[in-house]
């Protein structure tokens, strides 16, 4: 019985094809990839999460598309390695493995901080979201750190207005900064809490619920105060090159939100 030979022809790499339409693509990869990191914290733990990942890269007007298992390929190399470094790294990598001028990379995670509560020092974990941003231009990578901070509001004007009380809530303060140099996720979460009426915990006793509420009493305020004295600190803070400060107070007497916002790039306004 005679075995057919067979005949490997070479496979078309359609995506390096010429786009005869000249339009130039400004994001193009993938979007939602979920992956298992190890993130380094100030303590030196390492915390195991499972992140969402952005990876695009930017497409000149000649090319048809991208390769879209590179992404993944770069990806799986760091093996559940991802720290500011390995990030920049994975940055670098993307820009060569695709030949792009321009790459993005966004990764979104919760991160854990353990806090003692403020009387019992009782232990608990608190978590807030938090994204490295890369970017790959001008031959230069930088990186940018989102963090949500939950926090406490209590409104001045309630409090100055009524003869005793006053309406409280819990807000949102997102934080989006451009570092030269290093800073810990835990720095940026400080900075945002030791301005509000009142940080949050994840486990109260009753002395410690006595605290906080005697504690945002003791210092309203409005969803402007809270940009403005979170601007104060990042100002004063040279590793900030560039930063952008939303507040939003999910209020409790309304059914809509206050919302304030502050964007400052220092090296173009110095202050």
């Known amino acids: 019985m005679l075995q057919a030979k067979l005949v490997t022809a070479p496979i078309p790499d359609v995506q390096s094809h010429e786009d005869l339409r000249r339009i130039a693509i400004d994001k193009v990869g993938i979007k ?57 790294r994975m940055i ?19 991160y854990f901080v353990e806090k003692a509560a403020p009387i019992s020092k009782v232990k608990s974990l608190i978590d807030y979201d938090v994204t490295f941003i890369g970017q790959y231009l001008d031959d230069e990578a930088r990186i940018s750190l989102r ?11 309630s409090k100055g207005i009524s003869a005793y009380g006053a309406h409280n809530q819990r807000s949102h303060v997102t934080v989006l900064v451009l570092l030269q140099g290093f800073m ?15 940080e949050l915990y994840g486990l109260l006793k009753r002395p410690d619920e006595k605290y906080v509420t005697e504690r945002a009493y003791d210092n309203p305020k409005f969803v402007e105060d809270i940009v403005r004295d979170v601007a104060i600190l990042f100002n004063a803070d040279p590793r900030i090159l560039s930063y952008t400060v939303e507040s939003e107070n999910f209020e409790s007497i309304h059914n809509h939100s206050a919302y304030a916002q502050i964007q400052r790039d220092k090296r173009t306004h110095p202050i």
């Open 147 to 157: 963090v949500v901070v939950p926090i406490t509001t209590l409104c001045p004007c």
């Open 92 to 110: 670098y990598e993307t820009n060569t493995a695709l030949d792009a001028q321009i790459a993005h990379i966004e990764m979104i995670f919760p």
């Open 32 to 88: 939602d990839i979920r992956y298992p990191v190890v993130v380094r914290d100030r303590s030196g733990r390492e915390q195991h999460t499972v992140a969402r990942l952005n990876m695009y890269v930017g497409l000149p007007h000649n090319f048809k598309g991208t390769h879209m298992s590179r992404f993944v390929e770069i990806l799986n190399r760091h093996e559940y390695e991802i720290t500011v470094d390995s990030f920049k």
């Open 184 to 198: 810990w996720i835990e720095e940026v979460i400080e900075m945002v809490e030791s301005v509000a009426s009142c």
